[in-house]
């Protein structure tokens, strides 16, 4: 909080557990608590927080955690979600009276900031909050996210972002990340908690034959129900939706005594998610099979057990999925890994290991996608006319592009601009035209 009112921009690393969701909120909550009521001739204001979630029940779950706290203390603060998810009335809505605090995703950001009014939207931003920092930016999600940030300094150059983060090998990789490369070289201010309570893991051992080949894990499904009867709640983590569809058939058909079992993954009717998260919620279900819909940072304080069908594929996925389960600081996690076919037994025993040894298998940082910013480009240039040495230097401030050069740069343009080389003669393909004022705007505003 110090830091933060010190104007300051700021890497929480924390275990699991530990509160660092809310931790990251207390800034803005505190600069909103303080904040004169707005009378009813005064304009209304813009969005005072903008967090940004990798998973849209992520988002819907903090609403309702930070909900509750701020409905009780009495705080005159609204919160919404904006999501793909989010209806069109209520996006319009928002546009026009935008709430104090948005939860929404990193592509949602980019459609944010590609509309002509983006930078009214912006205005009253004060902080940006990055929940799972570490899953967003080895991908190109966080490529894109990194280029928002940038164009939202634009906007706001006195901006402060606030990254929360599982414990990662190199922390000053996404203290570099967080902030303005202008000049080079800036980092966020670090605070690391330490403690949490070792997890227990185990590997099934079955007494039936573990195949040498599938990936369904079937013969296991009598043990697996049989841990579900032994718990308040199970989370059952699977690595694919179709090997979530097979186990919750699997699970129902032994099912006797017709246990609440849920499913949960990308492909569902949004109606039926949020009918489970709720479900979830409110304590009424035994188990729910899911993919990595449900992995990040969501937080059910019932669920006791975890058990991941199939190996988890990496010693800080399986960190990250184990501690949903006793989601507080100093209660140990609980799981269970079952290998689908022999071959996975070796790799469940090397991510065991792994995790015991405390070691991070999260891919280093790379250089920015140049696919994502030709994205970029094309949202800019949708939101408002640019110049292109304006542009490239608003780039190059965001991490991963610091070391873009310029010929690069108009390349991407280029490429933009007339489709490239294979689609440079067809008209249609034309995304942006540079006019003689030397502002590159989009060929068609429709």
Same mark, same amino acid.
């Given at each position: 909080?110090?830091?933060?009112?010190?104007?300051?921009?700021? *890497?929480?690393?924390?275990?699991?557990?530990?509160? !660092?969701?809310?931790?990251?909120?207390?800034?803005?909550?505190?600069?909103?608590?303080?904040?004169?009521?707005?009378?009813? $001739? /005064?304009?209304?204001?813009?969005?005072?927080?903008?967090?940004?979630?990798?998973? !849209?029940?992520?988002?819907?779950?903090?609403?309702?955690?930070?909900?509750?706290?701020?409905?009780?203390?009495?705080?005159?603060?609204?919160?919404? #979600?904006?999501?793909?998810?989010?209806?069109?009335?209520?996006?319009?809505? /928002?546009?026009?009276?935008?709430?104090?605090?948005?939860? #929404?995703?990193?592509?949602?950001?980019?459609?944010?900031?590609?509309?002509?009014?983006?930078?009214?939207?912006? +205005?009253?931003?004060?902080?940006?909050? *990055?929940?799972?920092?570490?899953?967003?930016?080895?991908? !190109?999600?966080?490529?894109?996210?990194?280029?928002?940030?940038?164009?939202?300094?634009?906007?706001?150059?006195? *901006?402060?972002? &606030?990254?929360?983060?599982?414990?990662?090998?190199?922390?000053?990789?996404?203290?570099?990340?967080?902030?303005?490369?202008?000049?080079?070289?800036?980092?966020?201010?670090?605070?690391?908690?330490?403690?949490?309570?070792?997890?227990?893991?185990?590997?099934?051992?079955?007494? $039936?034959?573990?195949?040498?080949?599938?990936?369904?894990?079937?013969?296991?499904?009598?043990?697996?129900?049989?841990?579900?009867?032994?718990?308040?709640?199970?989370?059952?983590?699977?690595?694919?939706?179709?090997?979530?569809?097979?186990?919750?058939?699997?699970?129902?058909?032994?099912?006797?005594? #017709?246990?609440?079992?849920? *499913?949960?993954?990308?492909?569902?009717?949004?109606?039926?998610?949020?009918?489970? $998260?709720?479900?979830?919620?409110?304590?009424?279900?035994?188990?729910?099979?899911?993919?990595?819909?449900?992995?990040?940072?969501?937080?059910?304080?019932?669920? %006791?057990?975890?058990?991941?069908?199939?190996?988890?594929?990496?010693?800080?996925?399986?960190?990250?999925? &184990?501690?949903?389960?006793?989601?507080?600081?100093?209660?140990?996690?609980?799981? &269970?890994? &079952?290998?689908?076919?022999?071959?996975?037994?070796?790799?469940? =025993?090397?991510?065991?290991?792994?995790?015991?040894?405390?070691?991070?298998?999260?891919?280093?940082?790379?250089?920015?996608?140049?696919?994502?910013?030709? /994205?970029?480009?094309?949202?800019?240039?949708?939101?408002?006319?640019?110049?292109?040495?304006?542009?490239?230097?608003?780039?190059?401030?965001?991490?991963?592009? #610091?070391?873009?050069?310029?010929?690069?740069?108009?390349?991407?343009?280029?490429?933009?601009?007339?489709?490239?080389?294979?689609?440079?003669?067809? +008209?249609?393909?034309?995304?942006?035209?540079?006019? !003689? %004022?030397?502002?590159? =705007?989009?060929?068609?505003?429709?």
């Amino acid at each position: 909080l110090a830091r933060a009112q010190a104007g300051q921009s700021v *890497l929480l690393i924390a275990p699991t557990g530990a509160g !660092k969701t809310l931790a990251g909120f207390l800034p803005s909550l505190t600069d909103l608590a303080g904040r004169p009521r707005r009378k009813p $001739e /005064q304009a209304r204001r813009g969005i005072h927080t903008l967090y940004i979630s990798p998973l !849209k029940a992520l988002a819907v779950d903090i609403e309702r955690n930070l909900g509750k706290p701020v409905e009780e203390i009495g705080l005159p603060v609204t919160i919404e #979600t904006r999501t793909g998810d989010t209806p069109a009335h209520k996006r319009q809505r /928002q546009k026009l009276a935008p709430p104090d605090i948005l939860l #929404t995703t990193p592509e949602q950001l980019a459609l944010l900031i590609a509309a002509p009014d983006a930078r009214r939207f912006f +205005e009253d931003l004060h902080y940006v909050v *990055l929940d799972e920092l570490h899953s967003l930016v080895t991908s !190109k999600r966080g490529h894109l996210l990194s280029l928002g940030l940038a164009r939202l300094r634009s906007f706001v150059p006195g *901006l402060q972002t &606030i990254g929360l983060s599982a414990t990662v090998a190199e922390p000053d990789e996404l203290r570099r990340w967080l902030v303005s490369q202008n000049p080079p070289g800036g980092l966020a201010e670090l605070i690391v908690v330490t403690g949490g309570a070792k997890p227990e893991i185990s590997i099934l051992d079955s007494e $039936e034959r573990v195949p040498w080949a599938g990936h369904s894990a079937r013969y296991a499904t009598p043990e697996i129900y049989s841990e579900i009867k032994r718990h308040k709640t199970t989370l059952l983590f699977v690595n694919t939706r179709s090997q979530a569809e097979l186990l919750f058939q699997e699970l129902w058909r032994v099912n006797e005594d #017709t246990l609440p079992i849920a *499913l949960h993954h990308g492909s569902l009717d949004v109606a039926q998610r949020r009918r489970v $998260e709720k479900a979830m919620g409110e304590n009424a279900l035994r188990a729910i099979v899911a993919t990595s819909t449900l992995d990040l940072g969501i937080d059910w304080g019932d669920v %006791d057990l975890v058990v991941h069908v199939g190996a988890p594929k990496g010693a800080s996925r399986l960190a990250q999925r &184990i501690g949903r389960a006793n989601h507080r600081m100093d209660e140990p996690s609980k799981a &269970i890994l &079952i290998p689908a076919n022999r071959f996975e037994v070796l790799e469940c =025993r090397a991510a065991l290991d792994a995790n015991y040894l405390g070691a991070q298998d999260t891919p280093p940082l790379v250089n920015g996608g140049l696919d994502v910013l030709a /994205q970029h480009v094309l949202g800019c240039a949708c939101g408002a006319p640019f110049l292109a040495d304006t542009l490239f230097e608003e780039v190059r401030t965001a991490a991963p592009y #610091t070391s873009l050069d310029r010929p690069t740069f108009d390349r991407v343009v280029d490429f933009v601009a007339t489709g490239g080389y294979a689609l440079k003669n067809y +008209e249609r393909y034309a995304r942006i035209r540079l006019n !003689k %004022d030397g502002l590159w =705007r989009v060929s068609n505003p429709r």
